[in-house]
Structure formats: structure tokens, C-alpha cells
């Protein structure tokens, strides 16, 4: 009999909508299985010269995992990886084969 072994990962993606209206973030929560690829979405509605991707772990500050800027369309950071389309507005953050310790709650920023 085969044995399940997937390990339940909860990435906690939380709206920045609510204290900034020009932020979207998508989706608020994801849980998904360990070894799943994620994605996530970050749309906004001004003009900017750069976008950065946080993490943060409970009780602790946040981590800055990649800064983008507007003249880049994509930018990796080991199993993470940042893309940047200017004429949508938009950023994309995937994480390839997710970890537990990838759990987290993730933002993005902009300026
Ligand atoms: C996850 O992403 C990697 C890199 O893009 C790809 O090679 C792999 O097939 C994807 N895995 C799944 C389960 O979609």
C-alpha cells in the first residue's frame, strides 16, 4: 500500500489592499502540497521605478527576496522567481517545488 507522505504547506499571502487601495494582492491564502509549484500575483495601478517581494515569518520582520525593477521583465532568485509587466501592471512571484520552510506570509512592495 502506498503511503502518502505529502507534507501540508500553508503560504499565508496577505492584502496590502486594506491599508493601501493601490495594491492587489491574489489569492489571500494559499495551502498547497509540498513539492507544488506557487504562484502569486501582485497588481498595482501607479507609475514605479522598482517592485520588491517580502517574506515575512510570524513574529519577525520582513525579508526582502527580490527587487525588480521596471526596466526587468523577470528576475530569479534560487526556487523563486520574480516577473514584471509594466503595460498590465503587474508581478508575478512562483516558488518551484515548495518547501515547509517556505511557509510564510508574502508581500510585495512598491516604489
Ligand atoms: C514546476 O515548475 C517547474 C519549473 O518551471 C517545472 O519544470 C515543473 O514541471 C513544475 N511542476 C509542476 C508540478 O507543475
Given at each position: 500500500m502506498e503511503k502518502l507522505l505529502?507534507?501540508?504547506l500553508v503560504?499565508?499571502?496577505l492584502q496590502l489592499a486594506r491599508v493601501n487601495s493601490q495594491v492587489e494582492q491574489n489569492?489571500?491564502?494559499l495551502h498547497i502540497q509540498e513539492g507544488e509549484n506557487v504562484t502569486m500575483t501582485c497588481?498595482?495601478?501607479t507609475a514605479i521605478d522598482n517592485l520588491q517581494w517580502y517574506r515575512q515569518d510570524s513574529g519577525r520582520g520582513l525579508v526582502l527576496q527580490i527587487l525588480i525593477r521596471s526596466?526587468?521583465?523577470e528576475k530569479p532568485n534560487g526556487?523563486?522567481?520574480a516577473t514584471l509587466d509594466t503595460s498590465t501592471k503587474s508581478s508575478?512571484?512562483?516558488i518551484t517545488a515548495s518547501?515547509?520552510?517556505d511557509t510564510a506570509t508574502y508581500f510585495c512592495a512598491l516604489d
Open positions: 505529502g507534507m501540508s503560504i499565508l499571502w489569492p489571500e491564502s497588481s498595482y495601478k526596466n526587468e521583465k526556487r523563486l522567481r508575478f512571484l512562483f518547501q515547509a520552510a
